[in-house]
């Protein structure tokens, strides 16, 4: 035979392997372990509601996290596309300035010729003058 014991519980002996109750416990005994057992249930209920608040509560507040970082995100996603569209512009503006530059390229490298043709036309000239094919 077994005996229980512990957590303030009475010393009382489990059923015998043929299923009958030991000789020490009464009917009296096996009452007033049901209801310390009713009461130790009891208690773990009341534990098991503690503890389904809290998960509640935390569920509640992984949600309230979850929400916060959603609209954090968002508003990062915004200000990326905030930024795109002001690089985008500046794009534009570069490639304007480019092709503005090409052209004042272009035109400086014009004046550059004819500034050349015209020294050659002065050198021609007195070239031609000295030689005396002036007339």
Request: hydrophobic share 35%.
């Amino acid at each position: 035979m077994e005996r229980l014991s512990g957590n303030g519980l009475d010393q009382v002996e489990r059923f015998t392997d043929n299923g009958h109750m030991g000789d020490s416990a009464t009917k009296q005994d096996i009452e007033q372990l049901g209801q310390r057992i009713e009461r130790k249930i009891d208690a773990i209920d009341e534990k098991v509601d503690v503890l389904d608040k809290m998960v509640g509560t935390i569920d509640e507040k992984i949600d309230a996290l979850a929400g916060s970082v959603q609209r954090e995100f968002l508003r990062i996603d915004e200000r990326f596309q905030k930024i795109e569209e002001r690089l985008a512009e500046h794009n534009r503006n570069f490639q304007s300035i480019a092709t503005i530059l090409e052209r004042i390229e272009l035109r400086l490298s014009q004046m550059a010729y004819d500034i050349d043709i015209k020294e050659l036309q002065k050198r021609v000239a007195r070239l031609e003058e000295r030689a005396g094919l002036n007339q």
